[in-house]
């Protein structure tokens, strides 16, 4: 089975050395690009501004196309629109990372791209990079029963109502 290409636009508002997508890069787990307009045509883009939900069904385009974030800070940045991609929004999540630790959907890059990686039914790839982390396997650990159900899912729509058992 092929590995899902991960790709992100980093806009540099983060500190360098909190920034999970930066030490991804530096381990060659992820490849950077120079504007958001420079992801991948047809990508899966994760963004909390998309009006879809992932689902499993998107885990065939990300084997193609890849995986794509835009990796800004949440206190200063705007996610821009990346019209090329295909938007996506991860359901209902807690971060587990030190910064933002049991808040709803404020997640870390590498745990964004970790959860998208779970529902597509690669916990093997989401455990990978998630070992780079001395709390990733917390991540995990935290949302093991929406990771799951979400997994389960057909589509969207069943995501979104996954969710709301967890909200």
């Not at 870390?108 to 690669?122: D, N, P």
Request: glycine content about 6%; charged content about 20%; overall charge positive.
């Amino acid at each position: 089975m092929r590995t899902i290409r991960l790709v992100a636009y980093h806009a540099g508002q983060c500190d360098p050395k909190k920034c999970t997508s930066r030490r991804l890069e530096r381990l060659g787990l992820m490849t950077f690009v120079p504007r958001p307009s420079a992801l991948p045509n047809g990508a899966v883009f994760l963004t909390p501004e998309a009006d879809r939900a992932l689902s499993p069904a998107d885990g065939a385009r990300a084997v193609r196309r890849g995986l794509a974030i835009v990796d800004v800070s949440w206190k200063r940045g705007k996610f821009p629109k990346v019209p090329q991609a295909v938007a996506r929004a991860l359901p209902y999540l807690l971060a587990a990372n030190p910064v933002n630790y049991g808040k709803p959907f404020v997640l870390s890059s590498v745990e964004a791209m970790a959860a998208a990686l779970v529902i597509f039914g690669r916990p093997e790839e989401a455990r990978a990079i998630l070992s780079k982390f001395t709390w990733g396997a917390q991540f995990l650990a935290l949302n093991r029963e929406p990771l799951d159900a979400y997994a389960q899912a057909e589509d969207s729509a069943g995501v979104v109502r996954a969710q709301a058992d967890f909200i």
